[in-house]
């Protein structure tokens, strides 16, 4: 406990110099029995904070470490929550039983596993990480963190790599990282594996950079932002290596992907009518709760209400495809389907 107090402390001096920009939410259903109703809302609290950070930490970090932290004391855990949203409750003699929404402090979080050498120190946060795997036509099989990843080797003989005002770092081989990553799972990340790779890198954007080998002369780069479309890009040279030649293609390509993107963050809004599908209200109000904590959905308006069927309309700033795009991360799809946009 001492350990923790210190430590906690420690973070309380530093945290004003720093933006906290990781807050992590989780939904948890609780019901308690007690002596009196007060005293059973007080237990379930205690249950729903442990739960949902719990819930969050799984999504971050390794099953064993998880196992660590389900050591804190109720007391501890509670310095991590930011925020509670009770979505519904009901009171009854002995009993309490509620709906919650908690927010968790990531940042805190990650202080902590740090100290308490559950994730590796990283370097300071990129604007650009990049995973390099590669392959070689001759052979099978694609490689990430193993030996003969020529393309990740020439990467870092490169050292720091700044391009206009963008910082490129390359994933580095931690225990943390390799628990995680594969070379043959990176192409198709999953919402699981990318959470965790973000929080534990401190990464801003993540970039996937596959390269294969085609010959002597020729090199195929897959380049591919985390949700987003993969470019192809074939850099053939007559003399000298390829690979040369692909680090320049790379950077030249995120440089101008990030700067269209800035572009349809900050100018372009657009405003589309959708429908969603209910069987309880409140999935709703959970659903109102998700799409308005979303920084590119700038307002939401409700409009009919009947049969289960709520039609509301919907602002963003940005492309469509990148709204789909935030709304996967949150475990929601957005599809047009007969004439109407559609969130499932």
């Given at each position: 406990?001492?350990?923790?107090?210190?430590?906690f402390?420690?973070?309380?001096?530093?945290?004003?110099?720093?933006?906290?920009?990781?807050?992590?939410?989780?939904?948890?259903?609780?019901?308690?029995?007690?002596?009196?109703?007060?005293v059973?809302?007080?237990?379930?609290l205690?249950?729903?904070?442990?739960?949902?950070?719990l819930?969050?930490?799984?999504?971050?970090t390794t099953?064993?470490?998880?196992?660590?932290?389900?050591?804190?004391?109720?007391?501890?855990?509670?310095?991590?929550?930011?925020?509670?949203?009770?979505?519904?409750?009901?009171?009854?003699g002995?009993?309490?039983?509620?709906?919650?929404?908690?927010?968790?402090?990531?940042?805190?979080?990650?202080?902590?596993?740090?100290e308490?050498?559950m994730?590796?120190?990283?370097?300071?946060?990129?604007?650009?990480?990049?995973?390099?795997t590669?392959?070689?036509?001759?052979?099978?099989?694609?490689?990430?963190?193993?030996?003969?990843?020529?393309?990740?080797?020439?990467?870092?003989?490169?050292?720091?790599?700044?391009?206009?005002?963008?910082n490129?770092?390359?994933?580095?081989?931690?225990?943390?990282n390799?628990?995680?990553?594969?070379?043959?799972?990176?192409?198709?990340?999953?919402?699981?594996?990318?959470?965790?790779?973000?929080?534990?890198?401190?990464?801003?954007?993540i970039?996937?950079?596959?390269?294969?080998?085609?010959?002597?002369?020729?090199v195929?780069?897959?380049?591919?932002?985390?949700?987003?479309e993969?470019?192809?890009i074939?850099?053939?040279?007559q003399?000298g290596d390829?690979?040369?030649n692909?680090?320049?293609?790379?950077?030249?390509?995120?440089?101008?992907?990030?700067?269209?993107?800035?572009?349809?963050?900050?100018?372009?809004?657009?405003?589309?009518?959708?429908?969603?599908?209910?069987?309880?209200?409140?999935?709703?109000?959970?659903?109102?709760?998700?799409?308005?904590?979303?920084?590119?959905?700038?307002k939401?308006?409700t409009?009919?209400?009947e049969n289960?069927?709520?039609?509301?309309?919907?602002?963003?700033?940005?492309?469509?495809?990148?709204?789909?795009?935030?709304?996967?991360?949150?475990?929601?799809?957005?599809?047009?389907e007969?004439?109407?946009?559609?969130?499932?």
């Amino acid at each position: 406990m001492k350990k923790f107090v210190l430590f906690f402390v420690c973070v309380l001096l530093t945290v004003f110099d720093v933006k906290a920009e990781v807050s992590f939410d989780a939904g948890v259903s609780v019901e308690k029995e007690a002596e009196n109703s007060a005293v059973a809302k007080d237990e379930a609290l205690k249950d729903a904070y442990r739960q949902a950070f719990l819930n969050v930490a799984e999504r971050l970090t390794t099953k064993e470490n998880v196992e660590k932290l389900k050591e804190l004391s109720d007391e501890q855990i509670l310095l991590f929550i930011t925020e509670t949203n009770v979505v519904a409750e009901k009171s009854a003699g002995n009993s309490y039983m509620a709906d919650l929404n908690i927010k968790i402090d990531g940042d805190l979080l990650k202080q902590y596993m740090l100290e308490n050498e559950m994730i590796e120190v990283v370097s300071a946060p990129a604007d650009i990480l990049l995973i390099p795997t590669y392959a070689d036509m001759e052979y099978r099989g694609n490689v990430l963190f193993e030996d003969g990843n020529v393309w990740r080797d020439l990467l870092l003989s490169k050292g720091h790599i700044k391009a206009g005002q963008l910082n490129f770092e390359v994933i580095e081989n931690t225990p943390s990282n390799s628990a995680f990553l594969t070379a043959d799972n990176v192409l198709n990340m999953s919402d699981e594996v990318y959470e965790k790779i973000k929080f534990m890198n401190n990464a801003k954007n993540i970039w996937i950079a596959h390269a294969v080998r085609a010959g002597l002369n020729n090199v195929v780069l897959v380049l591919k932002p985390y949700g987003g479309e993969e470019k192809r890009i074939v850099v053939n040279v007559q003399e000298g290596d390829p690979f040369e030649n692909a680090i320049e293609e790379m950077v030249s390509y995120i440089v101008y992907a990030m700067q269209q993107k800035d572009v349809d963050n900050s100018s372009f809004k657009s405003k589309i009518n959708a429908v969603y599908t209910y069987q309880k209200l409140k999935d709703w109000l959970d659903l109102q709760k998700e799409l308005n904590s979303v920084p590119q959905i700038k307002k939401i308006e409700t409009g009919v209400m009947e049969n289960g069927k709520v039609r509301f309309g919907l602002e963003f700033s940005g492309t469509l495809e990148m709204l789909q795009n935030v709304l996967k991360e949150k475990g929601f799809a957005l599809k047009f389907e007969n004439g109407v946009y559609v969130i499932q």
